[in-house]
């Protein structure tokens, strides 16, 4: 069982800028596909951005170049760098994991592909 803790979360006005930390507690992480994800009141929880087993990285169109994803092995981390923050950002975000590998797009679109799920961190941005 692999726990995953978030931090990172919270309030900002639009066009500010978060760091989202994801820390695994299993060492083999690296070879794990892993992602953020997020979830809006009264809406499905979506793919933001994933990394898979072979370093593939892929977005969600509506954070193109405003996110971007990494993860330090060494540690690890999962990171999510958010700048230029729009309200419609606002949502719980959850960092996922899985050892499997998706091509393409799958577990982007798929956050139901997920093995194990942290707890949530929330960001709001205000208008």
């Known amino acids: 069982q692999v726990q995953l803790v978030e931090s990172g979360g919270g309030s900002v006005q639009s066009g500010g800028s978060l760091r989202l930390s994801c820390v695994a507690s299993?060492?083999?992480?690296?070879?794990?596909?892993a992602g953020w994800f997020r979830q809006a009141p009264g809406k499905e929880r979506e793919g933001v951005a994933t990394?898979?087993?072979?370093?593939?990285?892929r977005y969600a169109d509506s954070v193109k170049d405003r996110f971007t994803i990494s993860r330090d092995n060494a540690r690890n981390r999962l990171y999510l760098q958010m700048s230029s923050l729009k309200p419609e950002d606002t949502a719980m975000y959850y960092c996922?994991?899985?050892?499997?590998?998706?091509?393409?797009?799958?577990?982007?679109?798929?956050?139901?592909?997920?093995?194990?799920w942290g707890q949530g961190t929330q960001v709001t941005v205000s208008s």
């Open positions: 996922g994991a899985t050892p499997l590998y998706y091509s393409g797009g799958d577990y982007l679109a798929r956050p139901s592909l997920s093995r194990y």
């Open positions: 299993d060492n083999s992480y690296s070879r794990y596909s």
């Open positions: 990394v898979d087993t072979v370093g593939s990285i």
